[in-house]
């Protein structure tokens, strides 16, 4: 099949979710959307199952939003796979499971990307990461380079207050770098909110319009704090093992009731997603 799809895939959706699509306003579509992929032990231990096979059905979910987002042209797509205190608190079992079902994920999925057009991405501090599961990352990433369409970000070993932290460094080394000998305070001075925006991880990526979270908690959990900041929230209690393309539509059917402001004024719907010309005055 082809990397590239210049016609609409929307007849491959699903009856139900292409009917659920129908009702969605086409000129209001969020540009990217990251989701916080709860509930997976919680969906094995209602089921008398052991937690990894929760995982194992949530990696099931994943495949299924990926192709509804990129059926629907969504052109950012942004999961929570794994973040640093999932790394550090959990059993040693636990995440050598999440690490080898990943790279079979990958392994297994890169075909339906391509048939996709998806591109896949990592944020993270991935450099810690076990080197085979780096090694496969990388290999998808470049089988899935050429494609147009959805990018799907994976968030692994992943915090916002350490991507900040990375962020001021790079950003304070490159102001240093670029007027050597500068005093401080002139240096200080031109640490700008753009600047930071650019070091962090997502530098290349809109901000997030909706953030979704799975499994009912009302909580943020590390999760791109600095970008998140306009984004639209949106919880489930559904947890993520059950969590399929409809339900994301239904979560773009609620986003677009909601009234954007960014702090300002209501602004008439045509304008509500161009949030850059929105924002300068
Ligand atoms: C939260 O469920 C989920 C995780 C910590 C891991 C997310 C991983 C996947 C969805 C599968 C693998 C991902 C990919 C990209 C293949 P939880 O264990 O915290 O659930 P609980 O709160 O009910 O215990």
Redesign the pocket.
């Known amino acids: 099949m082809s990397h590239r799809h210049a016609t609409s895939r929307l007849s491959e959706l699903p009856p139900e979710e292409l009917a659920l699509y129908r009702q969605l306003d086409p000129e209001r579509l969020p540009q990217h959307i990251a989701i916080i ?7 094995a ?1 209602m089921r008398r199952l052991q ?1 990894i096979l ?3 059905q ?2 099931e ?2 495949q299924f939003v990926v192709e509804t987002a990129s059926r629907i042209d969504l052109p950012w797509l942004t ?5 640093v205190e ?1 790394n550090l608190r ?1 059993p040693a079992t636990e995440v050598s499971f ?1 690490m080898r ?2 790279r079979t ?2 392994v297994g999925n890169v075909k339906r990307m391509n048939d996709n057009n998806v591109r896949i991405a990592y944020i993270g501090r991935t450099a810690e990461l076990p080197t085979e599961v780096q090694e496969t990352m990388q290999w998808a990433t470049e089988q899935t380079a050429r494609n147009t369409g959805t990018t799907l970000t ?1 968030a692994l070993n992943y915090g916002a207050r350490g991507e900040i932290v990375d962020a001021a460094r790079t950003a304070i080394a490159q102001l240093a770098a670029e007027e050597p000998g500068a005093p401080l305070e002139a240096l200080l001075a031109r640490l700008t909110e753009e600047r930071i925006s650019s070091a962090l991880y997502t530098a290349h990526m809109p901000d997030p319009d909706l953030v979704i979270r799975t ?1 009912g ?1 009302m909580r943020i959990s590390n999760f791109l704090l600095w970008q998140i900041a306009y984004s639209e929230i949106y919880v489930t209690d559904r ?2 093992p059950d969590f399929r393309g409809k339900h994301l539509l239904e979560a773009i059917h609620e986003y677009q009731s909601r009234d954007r402001r960014f702090g300002g004024l209501s602004v008439p719907s045509k304008t509500l997603n161009t949030r850059k010309a929105a924002l300068v005055p």
Do not use: T
């Open positions: 992929m709860d509930g997976n032990g919680r969906w231990g937690r929760g995982h194992q949530g990696a979910s994943v999961l929570y796979a794994f973040s999932n959990r999440l079902l990943l994920y990958l994976l499994s908690e947890f993520w």
